[in-house]
């Protein structure tokens, strides 16, 4: 006599059949390494530091690490083989575009005093030059600040072709008499680099008897 099964009856035999099929098919461990790892264990490959995996229940799922960028002003760099990413183990201070070691003095240009301070950070005092009384100042090699080699002076006139002394009248022709500020007068220090001068009234210049 067949057995006459309730469609209720086959409905559940379907509905365990599959469950079964899907739980035959979960993963309890993964395997690496040469070791065994459970569902949710994390674990990084030995043929690649910077793959971490994690054991689920649908196997393995990895990803790769990116390293973050080393400090600019990192001096010693070192690679370990059981590391990913490189470690910077000492720092110092960098300034435009150099590295310098904590608490050393440094001076970039003449006009510059520098400090690398521990926290990493260059702190620099800038020299600040007074205007030069003159108008051909010289920068000595290893000096700041211009010097007046010639002493204070100025041009005579606006086409800057001549440069007269500072501190007393100069006839630049026998009817225009011109004084340069000598560096103590308000004016030169304000960018007064021309002189000022007076014409003679009724004069009319002479050839030749200008002052040298």
């Known amino acids: 006599m067949l057995e006459r099964w309730a469609p209720s009856t086959l409905l559940c035999l379907l509905l365990i059949s599959e469950v079964g099929l899907s739980v035959a098919h979960q993963v309890n461990t993964c395997e690496a390494n040469g070791s065994v790892y459970y569902v949710g264990e994390w674990y990084f490959l030995d043929s690649d530091h910077c793959t971490q995996c994690e054991?689920?229940?649908e196997g393995p799922s990895c990803a790769r690490?990116?390293?973050t960028a080393l400090p600019p002003a990192c001096m010693h760099v070192s690679h370990y083989p059981t590391d990913c990413c490189p470690r910077c183990e000492k720092i110092g201070c960098e300034y435009r575009g150099e590295v310098y070691e904590l608490g050393e003095h440094f001076q970039p240009s003449e006009c510059e005093q520098c400090t690398c301070d521990n926290d990493g950070i260059a702190r620099c005092l800038v020299a600040d030059c007074a205007p030069p009384?003159?108008?051909n100042p010289v920068y000595e090699k290893g000096e700041c600040c211009p010097r007046c080699?010639?002493?204070p002076n100025c041009y005579a006139d606006a086409t800057?072709?001549?440069v007269i002394p500072a501190g007393q009248y100069f006839w630049v022709d026998s009817c225009t008499k011109c004084r340069c500020h000598d560096g103590q007068d308000v004016g030169y220090w304000e960018g007064?680099?021309?002189a000022k001068c007076e014409?003679?009234?009724n004069c009319a210049p002479q050839e030749g008897q200008e002052n040298s």
């Open 65 to 67: 690490t990116e390293c």
């Open 199 to 201: 014409k003679t009234k």
């Open 133 to 135: 009384p003159c108008v």
């Open 55 to 57: 054991c689920t229940t």
């Open 149 to 151: 080699k010639d002493g």
């Open 192 to 194: 007064n680099r021309l």
């Open 160 to 162: 800057q072709r001549r």
